[in-house]
């Protein structure tokens, strides 16, 4: 596992968490995350044209590369490059272009990439996030290293923990019990809750259905 | 009536040769059709062949394709050629690209087709010693007219 990678595709994940409603630029929203499997050291962003798409044929997924190490990108950089790529027109190699959980995906390089300017909201953004909900270098257990609209009913979150290698999808449906999901949700991923492998999700080890909690 | 038929025969004959030698003279087929093989554009391609696009004529080359096909900027063309290493047989190439609107929520394929070669296979044009033909066409597959956004290149980015 690399750790590095991990903890980036989480933070990338909790920053960009409010474009699932806002769009990045002309209606596009995120409608998923996908913790790239290593060794791949990336992130999947997943779009929808609008906040109402459901299904793999509305999404398209972009592949992008965090860079070394010691220069990973950040969340804001991932922001940039994916307005950049809303806004423009850009060309792709064809063994640039895949096919993942039924949606086309495309792979970035991102040093070929002239990222969109940060706007002002992104700032005010920040303003409220930093003192609304102050940053801390703790993370909560599980650790939520991304996420995928499936349908309306159905959640995919992607977890990890510490005792626990790789990383545990877990189905939860929003008209559910939220509260009692939410409290009782690092007890089922962590053996409290039958697990299955999906044989077409390469992004997580194990999945657990909890849509009927 | 002798001498007449042989005067009638005589002029026919002069007719006929005459018709001949104006159809020698002034069929098109025999000669090299009209065409431009200034060099509009230039890609090299992953295998290190450089490519040519030539300005050509309402049949082949930017002439053709910019008109017929609507794509109108050398990047696009170039890129294909750069970005993959291609199809090939014999000296025919083809080569296959993307070009993205609204991050892949607009997309087509982009298809170039090259003549590797000094003449195209018809034998009716030739680049010249040691030149190749170039780009023949360049396409939006599954489209004859690719859609006027693929030549917007403002903060075009090349993945």
């Given at each position: 596992m690399c750790d590095d990678i991990a903890e980036q595709q989480a933070e990338i994940t909790r920053m960009l968490l409010r474009h699932v409603q806002a769009p990045l630029a002309d209606g596009v929203?995120?409608?998923?995350?996908?913790?790239?499997?290593?060794?791949?050291?990336?992130?999947?962003?997943?779009?929808?044209?609008?906040?109402?798409?459901?299904?793999?044929?509305?999404?398209?997924v972009h592949e992008i590369p965090l860079g070394p190490e010691d220069e990973l990108l950040t969340p804001w950089d991932v922001r940039d490059l994916l307005r950049a790529l809303v806004r423009g027109t850009h060309h792709y190699s064809d063994d640039s272009v895949?096919?993942?959980?039924?949606?086309?995906?495309?792979?970035?390089?991102?040093?070929?990439?002239?990222?969109?300017?940060?706007e002002i909201d992104d700032n005010t953004m920040s303003i409220l996030q930093v003192t609304g909900h102050p940053f801390t270098e703790e993370w909560p257990t599980p650790r939520l290293r991304g996420f995928l609209f499936l349908s309306r009913e159905r959640l995919r979150l992607y977890l990890d923990q510490t005792d626990q290698p790789g990383v545990t999808a877990a189905d939860v449906r929003a008209s559910g019990a939220v509260t009692a999901l939410l409290a009782a949700l690092s007890s089922l991923v962590n053996g409290g809750a039958q697990r299955t492998v999906d044989p077409d999700d390469p992004h997580c080890d194990r999945l657990v259905d909890l849509t009927h909690w | 009536m002798y001498r007449v038929t042989r005067s009638v025969l005589t002029a026919i004959a002069a007719l006929c040769a005459t018709i001949i030698l104006l159809a020698i003279s002034t069929t098109p087929a025999q000669a090299d059709p009209s065409w431009n093989p200034r060099v509009k554009c230039s890609a090299t391609g992953r295998d290190g062949r450089v490519v040519p696009t030539r300005f050509g004529n309402s049949e082949l080359g930017w002439i053709h394709f910019s008109g017929e096909h609507n794509i109108k900027v050398c990047e696009l063309v170039n890129f294909t050629i750069a970005g993959t290493s291609g199809k090939q047989v014999g000296n025919h190439l083809e080569y296959?690209?993307?070009?993205?609107?609204?991050?892949?929520?607009?997309?087509?394929?982009?298809?170039?087709?090259?003549?590797?070669?000094?003449?195209t296979t018809d034998r009716r044009y030739n680049a010249g010693p040691g030149q190749r033909i170039g780009v023949i066409t360049a396409f939006c597959?599954?489209?004859?007219?690719?859609?006027?956004?693929?030549?917007?290149t403002k903060d075009d980015i090349y993945v």
């Open positions: 929203v995120i409608r998923g995350i996908l913790p790239a499997p290593p060794p791949t050291r990336a992130v999947r962003v997943v779009l929808g044209a609008d906040a109402s798409s459901y299904t793999p044929d509305d999404f398209v895949s096919r993942v959980m039924g949606m086309t995906m495309f792979q970035m390089d991102p040093s070929a990439v002239k990222p969109a300017p940060p | 296959y690209g993307w070009v993205l609107g609204s991050a892949g929520f607009r997309r087509v394929q982009t298809v170039v087709v090259v003549q590797y070669t000094q003449r597959k599954n489209m004859n007219k690719c859609p006027n956004w693929v030549n917007n």
